[in-house]
Each structure stands twice: as structure tokens, then as C-alpha cells.
């Protein structure tokens, strides 16, 4: 399948299933929900560090927990996100949660680790709301959408192009 092709269907699914809801579920929840699925392979719980936008960029700490759709393997990650575009304001440490989806080969919980890009946009004023989607990861093949409301997490407006990078915690 060419690169364009995965892309495309990436955006297509992500778009649709970020407008599925806003209210934020446990990763139990999300894999109990999306058990019949073909490409949902589990969900990836991040703690994101907290930041301050400086108008056009913001870079942001990763520690994650990926867990497979059947609650069962589970793996450690960090990285970052960067995000470009317009981003003003803070945003306080939060956590979210990623529904995952393989477009190929990739299924294990020790799979993901790679770089990621896709878009952004989040309102935060006092509560933060707002969705992600990603694309990338080993060999193209992983998407990544993050949708809800955050309680307390501080005051920013962030709309742009994001790049998370993870990696496996030894």
C-alpha cells in the first residue's frame, strides 16, 4: 500500500473517530469499545508535561503506557511532541489518551516506537478541550487520535502541525 494511500486512510479515520465524542475514557474503556476492531490494536495513556507556548512553538515531555486492545501485554514508552503553528498561553501538566490503529504488520505493544506527525488544535481556559491525530511510526503503518476535555489545565490556545517521537523505555 503506498505511503499516500495509508495517509489518506489515517486522516479519514482519525477525523471521523475524533468528532466521536469529547469526554475522556480509561484505556480499559476505549479497548472494551473498540474490541471488534480489525485495525484498533490498544491505547497509549500519556502524562504530558506541562509547557508554555511562545507564539509559533512548544515542545512537551512524554511518559506513556501502551495497552494492548485485550488489557493483556502492556509496554513503557517516553519521548516529546513539538508542535508548530500558532500556540499562546501555558498549559499545565495533563493526561491523555491515544486510541492506536495499525494499517499493517504492526500489532505488539514493543512496536510503536518511532517518530509521528499529523495535526493539533486545542482551547484550554481553565478545562482544555480539544483532538490530535498522528501518523508515522515503524514503517508508516501506526495512527494515533486523542479527542477530550481535561479539567484545570491551564490557559492556551494551540492550532498547528504536531511531531511526537517515543521510544521504548529500557
Not at 97 to 115: A, E, K, M
Request: charged share 15%; net charge positive; aromatic share 8%.
Amino acid at each position: 500500500m503506498k505511503l499516500t494511500t495509508k495517509a489518506a486512510i489515517a486522516a479519514t479515520f482519525a477525523l471521523s473517530l475524533g468528532a466521536c465524542g469529547m469526554s475522556q475514557s480509561t484505556p480499559q474503556q476505549l479497548n472494551t469499545t473498540n474490541a471488534n476492531s480489525r485495525i484498533y490494536i490498544g491505547s497509549l495513556s500519556c502524562n504530558v508535561g506541562g509547557s508554555t507556548g511562545y507564539v509559533l512553538a512548544s515542545r512537551k515531555s512524554l511518559d506513556c503506557v501502551f495497552l494492548d486492545k485485550d488489557g493483556v501485554q502492556s509496554a513503557q514508552y517516553t519521548g516529546t511532541i513539538n508542535k508548530v503553528g500558532i500556540d499562546i498561553g501555558y498549559t499545565k501538566a495533563v493526561h491523555t489518551i491515544w486510541r492506536v490503529y495499525s494499517l499493517g504488520s504492526v500489532r505488539g505493544p514493543r512496536d510503536l516506537s518511532g517518530t509521528y506527525v499529523g495535526e493539533q488544535g486545542t482551547v484550554a481556559a481553565g478545562s482544555q478541550a480539544g483532538g490530535n491525530w498522528i501518523y508515522g511510526g515503524p514503517s508508516a503503518e501506526i495512527g494515533m487520535v486523542s479527542s477530550g476535555v481535561i479539567q484545570d489545565a491551564g490557559y492556551n490556545l494551540a492550532t498547528g502541525v504536531a511531531e511526537m517521537s517515543i521510544k521504548l523505555k529500557q
